[in-house]
């Protein structure tokens, strides 16, 4: 984000736009209200079954995700690169 902002401050200097759209950007995520799926609604989830292979797979990618705190985006990009094992024989995603 700091390079498209830069870009954008750089664009105002040229004449290129009139205003820097980030000078109302604070950076922050605000979230109000979160609503969290109960353990019954992500068992519905679970126990749904799709015709289809690709949506079988946003299905696991999505509770995945919730069960993990990882953003689905990245959690469609994990791979076996991103698994590895402990001195106990356990398995850890990590970051590579």
Request: aromatic share 14%; proline share 2%.
């Amino acid at each position: 984000m700091r390079m498209y902002k830069t870009a954008c401050k750089y664009s105002v200097r040229m004449g290129l736009i009139d205003k820097d759209p980030f000078s109302v950007y604070d950076g922050k995520l605000y979230i109000t209200d979160a609503i969290f799926l109960s353990q019954e609604e992500l068992d519905r989830i679970e126990n749904k079954n799709f015709s289809i292979k690709r949506l079988d797979r946003v299905k696991d990618v999505f509770l995945f995700s919730c069960y993990t705190g990882y953003a689905p985006v990245d959690a469609a990009n994990l791979s076996l690169n991103n698994i590895s094992e402990d001195g106990n024989g356990n398995l850890w995603f990590c970051h590579i």
